[in-house]
């Protein structure tokens, strides 16, 4: 059972590799804090009028990374609330300073088996059109991980359910600020 969690007073922002579960982690997350909650995928694809698939396909990875940059600012310029972002999102060195700055960051991190079978169930990830889902994910791995180490927070989130997910990042969020507060700064 979790113990009842404040509101936060910064923007939650969940990153971490596809299949991790940002989104539905997320969204449980932000109920369980009465927050406002904002897939950044999402947000894209109702910016564009289309599928992120579509914009990676006519456009590139580059120009999807700057538009998904563009949404996440206007986000962040919101009040508080629980972003789920894109696996490559903190990637982006604008994208990821952003968040650093506005964000309370947290990597949601699972083996990479756990991650295969996940992602292997659906065909709408775009990076994964045609190929071996566990090759894909140990290479992002090896190029994101060094990134994903600089977020806030690091809650491995293993094959537990999405609600053990939000109970371990409740405990990692008041374990920070306990100890943030102890040493006189802000959460």
Same mark, same amino acid.
């Given at each position: ?9 910064? %923007? ?25 909650? $904002? =897939?950044?995928? !999402? *947000?894209?694809?109702? @910016?564009?009028? /289309? ?6 396909? *006519?456009?590139? *990875? ?9 949404? #996440? ?11 789920? %972002?894109?696996?490559?999102?903190? &990637?982006?060195? !604008?994208?990821? /300073?952003?968040?650093?700055? %506005? ?9 990479? *088996?756990?991650?295969?079978? /996940?992602?292997? /169930?659906? =065909? ?15 290479? &992002? @791995?090896?190029?994101? $991980?060094?990134? $994903?180490?600089?977020? =806030?927070?690091?809650?491995? %989130?293993?094959?537990?359910?999405? &609600?053990?997910?939000?109970?371990? #990042?409740?405990?990692?969020?008041? @374990?920070?600020?306990?100890?943030? &507060? ?6």
């Amino acid at each position: 059972m979790s113990m009842p969690a404040a509101p936060a007073r910064r %923007t939650l922002a969940l990153v971490g590799l596809m299949g991790v579960g940002k989104s539905s982690v997320g969204r449980r997350l932000a109920r369980a804090l009465d927050m406002a909650f $904002y =897939d950044a995928d !999402e *947000e894209i694809e109702r @910016a564009a009028g /289309r599928p992120v698939s579509e914009i990676f396909a *006519e456009l590139g *990875e580059p120009e999807f990374r700057s538009g998904e940059h563009r949404v #996440i600012a206007r986000l962040l310029r919101g009040p508080p609330h629980v972003l789920a %972002t894109g696996g490559g999102a903190f &990637q982006h060195e !604008e994208t990821r /300073r952003l968040l650093k700055e %506005t964000a309370l960051t947290i990597w949601l991190k699972c083996d990479l *088996e756990v991650l295969a079978r /996940r992602v292997a /169930r659906r =065909d709408t990830r775009p990076l994964l059109r045609g190929k071996d889902p566990m090759e894909v994910l140990k290479a &992002q @791995a090896e190029a994101r $991980y060094p990134n $994903y180490a600089l977020a =806030d927070i690091t809650v491995e %989130t293993g094959e537990s359910s999405h &609600q053990a997910a939000v109970e371990a #990042i409740l405990r990692a969020i008041r @374990a920070r600020s306990a100890t943030t &507060q102890a040493a006189g700064g802000a959460a």
